[in-house]
């Protein structure tokens, strides 16, 4: 089945202002994995992360008003549909998008759009997954190797990757969230 999941990375913030910002709270249970609704957790390299599992986590994550959010703090937004195999990241600071990168498998298996001012490593992380999508012989169970593009970039600033963690890597200290009472 797979992840489909929308996830927000907030540089320098913790978990109540990475919260607030996103009209989400901090329900106050420790849980293993990222399966509720909402969920967050810091990062080592200094990013709060919240994950939204489902549609309920795309638009409040998304659809939010990032330019607003990203103002005072960097943002990578990244949506993981490994059902469809679509996936994207944007960067945004300073109130801006500054770049986004989107494979929609829909377009083709090395489909890979990127506008703005790409991070230094794009054209090195494009060409290794060309190379990876050219050297697949397609056989009975063809891979999509292009789809981790966008998600190899986010997790060079952040260093989150929803599906894989490095044997060295302690894993993430996860809490459930909710949408804040409007009261």
Not at 3 to 18: R, V
Not at 111 to 129: I, K, N, Y
Not at 154 to 173: S, V
């Amino acid at each position: 089945m797979g992840y489909n999941i929308s996830w927000l990375a907030m540089s320098g913030a913790t978990a109540d202002e990475a919260c607030r910002t996103l009209g989400l709270a901090r329900a106050g249970r420790i849980i293993d994995m990222a399966e509720s609704n909402f969920c967050g957790a810091m990062l080592p390299a200094g990013w709060y992360l919240i994950v939204g599992n489902g549609a309920a986590g795309y638009h409040a994550l998304v659809e939010s008003d990032l330019a607003a959010h990203s103002a005072t703090n960097d943002l990578m937004v990244c949506e993981v549909y490994e059902s469809s195999m679509y996936s994207s990241a944007a960067f945004w600071s300073g109130g801006a998008r500054v770049w986004n990168v989107v494979h929609d498998p829909n377009r083709g298996r090395n489909h890979l759009d990127a506008t703005g001012d790409l991070p230094r490593s794009f054209e090195a992380v494009r060409a290794h997954f060309e190379t990876l999508q050219a050297n697949d012989s397609g056989g009975v169970m063809p891979v999509d190797f292009t789809f981790d593009a966008p998600l190899e970039l986010a997790r060079q600033l952040t260093g989150y990757y929803h599906a894989k963690r490095k044997a060295h890597e302690a894993p993430l200290a996860w809490e459930e969230l909710r949408i804040r009472d409007a009261g």
